[in-house]
């Protein structure tokens, strides 16, 4: 059993950046895959990001490369997700969850085995 817990989430303008962190407890997170997901209003959850559990393999999607970066600390038990640039179309409830890498990897929303509660980004124009 895991816990996953979100923060960082916040108000930011057009062309600015925060900085997520998943706090991840419970039986071995070591051996899961985390992925960072986001739900804007009125849409389906979507995969944004993924670390592997070396945290040396990492996939974006196209929407967020080279704006955002995840990393993972191990021994700290975080994974972090910094998104520079942000745009309104970024707005949303941003979760992570843990699962394996192929579900991961796949943003497979139904095959992640566990998630947090989420924190809220809001991008202004």
């Known amino acids: 059993q895991l816990q996953l817990v979100e923060s960082g989430g916040g108000l930011v303008q057009s062309g600015g950046s925060l900085r997520l962190a998943c706090a991840v407890s419970?039986?071995?997170?070591?051996?899961?895959?985390i992925g960072w997901f986001r739900q804007a209003p009125g849409k389906e959850r979507e995969g944004i990001s993924c670390?592997?559990?070396?945290?040396?393999?990492?996939t974006y999607v196209d929407s967020v490369k080279g704006r955002f970066t995840i990393s993972r600390d191990n021994a700290e038990k975080t994974v972090n997700l910094l998104m520079n640039n942000l745009k309104p179309e970024d707005t949303g409830v941003y979760y992570c969850?843990?699962?394996?890498?192929?579900?991961?990897?796949?943003?497979?929303?139904?095959?992640?085995?566990?998630w947090g509660k989420g924190t809220l980004v809001m991008v202004s124009s």
């Open positions: 419970g039986s071995n997170p070591d051996y899961y895959t």
């Open positions: 670390v592997d559990i070396s945290g040396e393999d990492t």
């Open positions: 969850a843990a699962g394996t890498y192929y579900a991961c990897s796949r943003y497979d929303v139904t095959g992640m085995d566990y």
